[in-house]
């Protein structure tokens, strides 16, 4: 497909690698914001292309993986009240809540409907007035658009039976703390291209001036991520820290207005818990209170489940590239897609469901 | 999750005044895209769909210079790229 698979191209790939060899004097460590950014650096095998010189650490750019498990757990109970259909994105099906996961929950009689898009719910709930449908709305700065646009079109069309539990997440928030940490090894930053798309990049500025660290936007294909790479280093070489944009195709410092000014009709900034990695202030949006009506949270009494028994996922070290999948214990032995312990095992973007497919026999190699 | 695709513009419905839709073709697969936030997009622009909605369009020009300026990349330092890449295929452009 166009704009896929000439940037796959084995040779421009070649001429990157060897190129991000010749500038770099030394190792760089490097943070693939995003989870589909990892997943596309494991299946390419373009760690093991920079072994030599780069190491890439995963990011916490997985919006399913960083869904605080109470989410999970009022997805779930509402998909258990009559006359109540959960719509979502196939990603959170397999997630585990505290006690079940809406796949399981759908096998006890839940209502669970895995859709493409949160209009798609939209749909549902116009045609089926004898329904709430609900849209379990999780997601960053990329998905937000399409929640809003479902939110805002149910409301110019008064369709009242649907609504959102919204739980959506900004990523510059989470790059800042993973910064501020003190235990923090991460030179550079391949920025999410597609956050980037809609945000743009002029706020990641200031973040880049105060930790003199190297912010460059960045695509998801070989060639993308390659260039993405390249800049840094020669970045980190000549000792400066600048953001840059390695994906202009698609990216505009300014980001896409239109879209932004539409999530911000419908959502504000808030505080959010994120996964594992605690709240982090002014780093989630909520429904504004003047589409209220549309925010399940508001209209639907959901029960509030008993806290969690211990799990031993350690998702949050993962997330924030303290440590690589593969030193989980519980990795590929307790942990697995088929019985998974966290949300990274079966998230499509998640990093430990990335090692597991393609990494798993040379990490239990490694370990036995 | 985060994950978009891009995909040629078909057809534009502009019937219904807030949400503009189109038909998207990826690789030949239609689909029904919220074209509301690119309205710089035409029939016959690519652009970037994710969840049913359109967040950008394709810069083609952009593409083709980011593409070009990687096969011009300078390595002249040979011995150095031979060390690393082996026999890397010097061909450059496009396959
Ligand atoms: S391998 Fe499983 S238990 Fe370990 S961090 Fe990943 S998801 Fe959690």
Redesign the pocket.
Known sequence: MKYLEEYRDRALVDKLVAKIHQSATRRHTLMEVCGGQTHAILRFGIDALLEKTVTLVHGPGCPV?VTPVAMIDQAIALAQMPDVVLCTFGDMMRVPGSRQSLLEARAQGGQVRMVYSPLDAVKLAQADPTKQYVFFAVGFETTAPANALAVYQADQQGISNFAILSTHVLVRPAMETILKHPDCRIEGFLAAGHVCTITGYAGYEALCEQYKTPIVVTGFEPVDILSGVLHCVEQLEAGVASVQNAYTRSVQREGNQQAWRLVETVFEVTDQEWRGMGTIPRSGLRLRSRYGAHDAAQRFEIPTPEPAAA?????A??LQGF?T??E?????V???PEA???????SSE????A??RYRRTEALNTEG | MCLAIPGKVISIDESEPILRTGKVSFGGALRDVALSTVPEAEVGSYVLVHAGIAISKVDEAEAARVLESIAQLDLSDEEDMLEVTGDAPETGGQS
């Open positions: 993986c799990n031993p996922c350690r998702a070290e993962v440590i999948p593969h989980c214990p519980a990795f590929g307790s942990c697995t998974p312990l966290g949300a990274p095992m079966v998640g990093a430990c469901a090692y597991y």
